[in-house]
């Protein structure tokens, strides 16, 4: 069955750290992939997708994600993390056949000072 | 230019009543998608419009159904309303499908059933 797993519930990270955000996907074929992150009572703001080529984006607010066919992965990273960075984060999927978009179950990142 | 645009932005319904949302999607988009977002079940995919006519269907009963006007316009009813209706129902707009930019999301209309 195709799915999208995002085995992190709840990350918190220190303000300047390192982030990384983890995605795994069951599909058939190499789906299409996204990143959203959601603030508290928004919609869905799209940080990056990935439909081919190369298998390392760039996407706004410093985001990037990095497409593993091997492992099925594609986990979104951020070198430096900001305050405002605390939100929740949402990796999708869509198969390259079908306008149907499924989303992991979403990683909510908190920020310490 | 504008964004996708959802009404009401807050909704409180009685167990029983129906009520339809609205989304208008950015200008020149002809694929709208509805989604139901819960604490519980996450994100959940209801149905796809383009060109007026339903392209994909999601796994929900039939009270909830929706259309799409020649504007590109879409509203989404959901019938005989149900205390796990409650939910933050979010619209997204795509100018033909995901092969595009992408999905554009509205900010969602927050439907309360009591």
């Known amino acids: 069955a195709q799915s999208v797993t995002q085995p992190d519930i709840h990350i918190t990270v220190s303000e300047g750290a390192s982030l990384e955000l983890r995605c795994n996907y069951s599909y058939g074929a190499t789906p299409y992939l996204f990143w959203y992150v959601q603030s508290p009572g928004q919609g869905l703001q799209l940080l990056l997708k990935?439909?081919?080529?190369?298998?390392l984006v760039q996407g706004i607010k410093g985001f990037e994600a990095e497409f593993k066919r091997s492992q099925s992965s594609f986990n979104l990273r951020k070198p430096s993390v900001h305050w405002s960075d605390a939100a929740e984060y949402f990796c999708a999927v869509v198969s390259y056949n079908n306008n149907d978009m499924r989303f992991g179950a979403g990683t909510r990142l908190t920020v310490k000072p | 230019k504008a964004g996708v645009t959802q009404t009401p932005r807050y909704l409180i319904k009685t167990r029983g009543q129906q009520v339809t949302l609205s989304c208008s999607p950015i200008s020149g988009h002809r694929s709208v998608s509805w989604y139901q977002q819960t604490p519980g079940q996450g994100l959940q995919f209801l149905f796809e419009?383009?060109?007026?006519?339903?392209?994909n269907k999601g796994n929900f009963p039939g009270r909830f159904s929706g259309r799409q006007f020649s504007n590109s316009r879409s509203e989404m009813n959901v019938s005989t309303l149900e205390l796990g209706d409650s939910a933050l129902y979010l619209c997204a707009s795509s100018s033909a499908g995901i092969q595009g930019d992408g999905y554009t999301f509205g900010s969602g209309t927050r439907l309360t059933v009591v």
């Open positions: 990935y439909f081919s080529g190369d298998t």
């Open positions: 419009y383009f060109s007026e006519t339903q392209r």
